[in-house]
């Protein structure tokens, strides 16, 4: 199994999923047209790393801004993790948001009580 690497552009956020290192991360922006095209190639590798998932996994989320379709993208992601998470392994989520986002704050806060999972919600300086 490969890692994952998918560069960020103007309306797709990076993936880099690491399955040497268990760290991953989902950064920038989604706001693409066809979410679930861009997503499913992520799902499908969350899916595969679920059945042989290292002793611990972090994922790492900072999202910028996302659309309404990438927001069930991302929660059908963070469940595939979830579900790792469920079976008892070591996975930390952490969600991080800018400074005064307060839209990207709450989302973080939803996720986690969708999910019933604690995740690591803490404020960083914009960029």
């Given at each position: 199994m490969e890692q994952l690497l998918l560069e960020p552009k103007a309306k797709t956020p990076l993936v880099h999923f690491?399955?040497?290192t268990g760290v991953m991360f989902l950064k920038?922006?989604?706001?693409?047209?066809?979410?679930?095209e861009f997503y499913k190639p992520v799902l499908d590798w969350v899916e595969r790393y679920g059945k042989s998932?290292?002793?611990s996994t972090i994922?790492?989320?900072e999202f910028k801004y996302f659309n309404t379709s990438s927001?069930?993208?991302i929660l059908d992601v963070l469940e595939k993790f979830a579900n790792i998470y469920n079976m008892g392994n070591n996975v930390v989520f952490?969600?991080?948001y800018e400074k005064n986002d307060e839209e990207m704050l709450e989302a973080?806060?939803?996720f986690s009580e969708i999910l019933g999972?604690?995740?690591?919600?803490?404020e960083i300086e914009a960029i």
């Open positions: 690491d399955n040497k920038g922006m989604s706001c693409s047209e066809n979410s679930l998932p290292l002793e994922l790492n989320i927001a069930k993208c952490n969600w991080h973080g806060e939803n999972i604690p995740f690591n919600i803490s």
